[in-house]
């Protein structure tokens, strides 16, 4: 399967605790984004990195949220002292190249992180 | 990005043509019109996209007004599987993300 994969699909937390999100993007793809979707909203647009830089952050939360797209493995969307209202599914997409108006981006099938 | 406005949902008999529409009145002539679908539990399916001209890929046919103020997405053979939401999304050229509304959740009836 060489679509975006991320892991895990599912993820239990207790307050307070860290969860970490993995997504690896489409072979030969170099750019990543991260969205985040409630229960019954859309998705919304948190992060865009490329290898080792982190391009676009407008739509990350100021605390407690931070991602990276090391040079070597896949991309990390990291969420310190998780609290309830954190609980949603987290998709990831990829894209060949930076961002222009006719560049789909390819999603994968998202972590449902919830908080006990 | 322009706003986008949907039903927010259709209903489509199994082997007809779902046809959705979407209107993006404030589209600039940059903005390219994009298609995504959503079936539960899956992350988002891309379809379509396109600018000026009529588009048709193996999924869907995108038919773009000569305004370019609406438009409509074609599935010519609505199977149950097509059962999701989808999304209409109009994206600057330079933008890094795409916006996601609440889109149309179509239902294809047997």
């Known amino acids: 399967n060489a679509g975006v994969m991320q892991n895990p699909r599912h993820l239990v937390r207790r307050r307070g605790q860290e969860a970490r999100l993995r997504c690896s993007p489409m072979?030969?793809?170099?750019?990543v984004y991260w969205y985040r979707q409630l229960p019954e909203e859309g998705l919304k647009f948190m992060v865009y990195l490329q290898k080792e830089n982190i391009i676009d952050e407008s739509g990350m939360p100021k605390e407690r949220f931070s991602a990276e797209f090391p040079k070597e493995g896949p991309s990390i969307l990291r969420i310190q002292q998780v609290v309830r209202g954190d609980s949603a599914a987290y998709f990831c997409?990829?894209?060949?190249?930076?961002?222009?108006?006719?560049?789909?981006?390819?999603f994968g099938d998202g972590t449902r992180l919830s908080i006990l | 990005d322009a706003k986008t406005t949907q039903p927010p949902s259709m209903d489509c008999a199994e082997g007809r043509a779902a046809n959705l529409p979407c209107n993006h009145s404030t589209i600039s002539g940059n903005e390219y019109v994009y298609w995504y679908r959503q079936i539960h539990s899956q992350g988002p399916q891309y379809i379509i996209h396109g600018l000026k001209n009529n588009e048709t890929n193996e999924m869907a046919s995108l038919i773009i007004t000569e305004d370019r103020k609406s438009s409509t997405l074609i599935l010519p053979h609505a199977t149950l599987r097509d059962t999701a939401v989808y999304y209409c999304i109009v994206r600057v050229a330079t933008g890094n993300q795409f916006y996601f509304g609440t889109g149309t959740s179509l239902t294809v009836i047997p």
């Open positions: 997409a990829s894209s060949p190249r930076a961002g222009g108006a006719d560049q789909p981006q390819h």
């Open positions: 072979k030969g793809h170099s750019h």
